[in-house]
């Protein structure tokens, strides 16, 4: 018998590359999103990728009603996995009184049908943004969260303290919080890829729009930060990688081989690289120069953070298959594609 599993955001870049995985699977998916950071013609990409046409239902999380119907309408539900947010570090700066209402309603209402319709398997999107400037290097599930840098950070830190909360008190509900790093790469068909429909800030779009055409240059945020060459670490994670990482959470809980009722992964590569070190990768795996230039500090920026992986290995068995060189490569190939090259 299948698996049915809700995607909330399913629509958005992580949602329908996790899509894909999870129709290879063997899942059946269900998706809600109200396109509010995507297009509608992502589906046709996933269908043309898996065969699958996946059925979305436009709805706003944060309408309570509007969720429960979908909810109502679609029993025998195995699973959720709930990444509508609003995502952008920037902008919630800006605007902390929508990110709250948002990436908090959403999250609630989800929460009550999953305790309503007796939905027990529940896969959170959350953030290496939860660590804050972290004191120790590389990063594991028990290095404390730090003073969140963000609205958007402080919103997936109270996410997690939700459902963990949530979880004590449903007995047969139990969830996973997945931290990602830094999301980046596309599906190596290049039929489907990171579809910014707002001004990309993320450093590989950034990179692949400049070397496209679509951008000048690309300024390295400063260049005088306490690292081996002077940019600021992340830890780059392919996003089918870092899709498959859901599908391999979502079996183990439905597995039951769960400790706790609430359980905490970094989803990463288990490696710093620096932006000078992704430039030069960019360049070296498909063979482009790339006009950067070294700017000024940006506002907000951690100066390094990279996560150790040995949790996610032992427990969940999952690895990530891809490095560096596979997320510019895959990105630049979707790039052409989207801009219309190929
Ligand atoms: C990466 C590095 C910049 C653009 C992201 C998401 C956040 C979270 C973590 C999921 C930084 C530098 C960038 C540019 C640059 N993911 N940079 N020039 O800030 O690490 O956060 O991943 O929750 O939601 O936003 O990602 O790609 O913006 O920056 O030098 O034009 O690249 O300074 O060091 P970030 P990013």
Same mark, same amino acid.
């Given at each position: 018998?299948?698996?049915?599993?809700?995607?909330?955001?399913?629509?958005?870049?992580?949602?329908?590359?996790?899509?894909?995985?999870?129709?290879?699977?063997?899942?059946?998916?269900?998706?809600?999103?109200?396109?509010?950071?995507?297009?509608?013609?992502?589906?046709?990409?996933?269908?043309?990728?898996?065969?699958?046409?996946?059925? &979305?239902?436009?709805?706003?999380?944060?309408?309570?009603? !509007?969720?429960?119907?979908?909810?109502?309408?679609?029993?025998?539900?195995?699973?959720?996995?709930?990444?509508?947010?609003?995502?952008?570090?920037?902008?919630?700066?800006?605007?902390?009184?929508?990110?709250?209402?948002?990436?908090?309603?959403? #999250?609630?209402?989800? #929460?009550?049908?999953?305790?309503?319709?007796?939905?027990?398997?529940?896969?959170?999107?959350?953030?290496?943004?939860?660590?804050? &400037?972290?004191?120790?290097?590389?990063?594991?599930?028990?290095?404390?969260?730090?003073?969140?840098?963000?609205?958007?950070?402080?919103?997936?830190?109270?996410?997690?303290?939700?459902?963990?909360?949530?979880?004590?008190?449903?007995?047969?509900?139990? !969830?996973?919080?997945?931290?990602?790093? &830094?999301?980046?790469?596309?599906?190596?068909?290049?039929?489907?890829?990171?579809?910014?429909?707002?001004?990309?800030?993320?450093?590989?779009?950034?990179?692949?729009?400049?070397?496209?055409?679509?951008?000048?240059?690309?300024?390295?945020?400063?260049?005088?930060?306490?690292?081996?060459?002077?940019?600021?670490?992340?830890?780059?994670?392919?996003?089918?990688? #870092?899709?498959?990482?859901?599908?391999?959470?979502?079996?183990?809980?439905? &597995?039951?081989?769960?400790?706790?009722?609430?359980?905490?992964?970094?989803?990463?590569?288990?490696?710093?690289?620096?932006?000078?070190? !992704?430039?030069?990768?960019?360049?070296?795996?498909?063979?482009?120069?790339?006009?950067?230039?070294?700017?000024?500090?940006?506002?907000?920026?951690?100066?390094?953070?990279?996560?150790?992986?040995?949790?996610?290995? !032992?427990? #969940?068995?999952?690895?990530?298959?891809?490095?560096?060189?596979?997320?510019?490569?895959?990105?630049?190939?979707?790039?052409?594609?989207?801009?219309?090259?190929?």
């Amino acid at each position: 018998m299948q698996k049915k599993v809700v995607v909330t955001g399913g629509t958005g870049y992580i949602g329908s590359h996790t899509l894909i995985d999870l129709i290879d699977n063997g899942f059946h998916v269900i998706s809600i999103d109200n396109y509010m950071n995507s297009e509608p013609d992502v589906l046709d990409r996933v269908a043309a990728v898996t065969g699958v046409r996946v059925e &979305n239902h436009i709805v706003d999380l944060v309408d309570a009603a !509007a969720t429960r119907k979908v909810f109502e309408t679609n029993p025998d539900i195995d699973g959720i996995i709930h990444f509508a947010a609003l995502k952008s570090v920037g902008e919630s700066v800006e605007k902390p009184w929508e990110y709250f209402h948002n990436n908090m309603n959403s #999250l609630l209402n989800v #929460l009550k049908c999953a305790a309503d319709f007796n939905i027990s398997n529940f896969i959170f999107s959350s953030s290496c943004s939860v660590y804050g &400037n972290a004191d120790e290097l590389p990063v594991t599930e028990n290095t404390p969260m730090q003073e969140a840098e963000s609205p958007y950070a402080r919103t997936k830190q109270i996410g997690e303290y939700i459902i963990t909360d949530f979880a004590k008190a449903h007995p047969d509900f139990k !969830a996973i919080l997945l931290r990602y790093f &830094n999301p980046a790469g596309a599906h190596e068909s290049a039929k489907i890829g990171e579809s910014p429909t707002y001004n990309a800030s993320n450093l590989v779009p950034v990179i692949t729009e400049t070397a496209i055409g679509k951008r000048e240059k690309v300024t390295v945020f400063g260049s005088d930060y306490d690292t081996r060459d002077g940019s600021c670490i992340r830890d780059y994670i392919h996003v089918m990688d #870092l899709a498959n990482a859901h599908t391999k959470a979502l079996e183990y809980l439905m &597995n039951n081989k769960n400790e706790d009722s609430c359980e905490v992964f970094n989803v990463a590569i288990g490696a710093g690289v620096s932006v000078l070190e !992704a430039v030069e990768a960019f360049e070296r795996s498909t063979n482009q120069k790339l006009n950067y230039t070294i700017g000024d500090r940006r506002e907000g920026d951690v100066i390094a953070i990279y996560a150790n992986l040995d949790k996610a290995a !032992a427990r #969940l068995g999952w690895q990530p298959k891809r490095n560096i060189d596979d997320i510019m490569r895959t990105a630049w190939e979707w790039e052409k594609v989207r801009s219309g090259k190929v």
